[in-house]
């Protein structure tokens, strides 16, 4: 945008954009940290965190991110389907089969 042949600034230049440190808890890892707290309680918590977490050395800082992960909800574990078996495919459909037709006799 400019004025008067000067470019007007938007941003302040003494505004500085800080940047949170973050990291990802992988499904695995959030179900042991549960586990731990359900176990152990909250120390049992903290104690895992750290454990998969070796960087976060502040124990009020883990508790913190402990609190978060046990806010979350787990999802549930989907079952896997049945295998499917195709008709005639198991040995015993086969006898099955074979008694039923009849037998022509010449």
């Known amino acids: ?44 918590g903290v104690v895992e965190l750290r454990r998969h977490f070796p960087l976060i050395t502040d124990n009020a800082r883990a508790r913190l991110c402990l609190q978060m992960i046990m806010s979350w909800a787990l999802p549930t574990p989907v079952p896997e389907p049945a295998p499917q078996i195709r008709p005639g495919a198991c040995p015993a459909s086969r006898h099955r089969r074979a008694a039923a037709r009849p037998r022509h006799r010449s």
């Open 1 to 44: 945008m400019e004025q008067g042949g000067t470019t007007a600034c938007l941003l302040s230049a003494s505004r500085q954009v800080k940047a949170l440190p973050m990291f990802a808890v992988d499904e695995a890892t959030a179900r042991a940290i549960h586990q731990a707290y359900q176990d152990g309680g909250e120390l049992s």
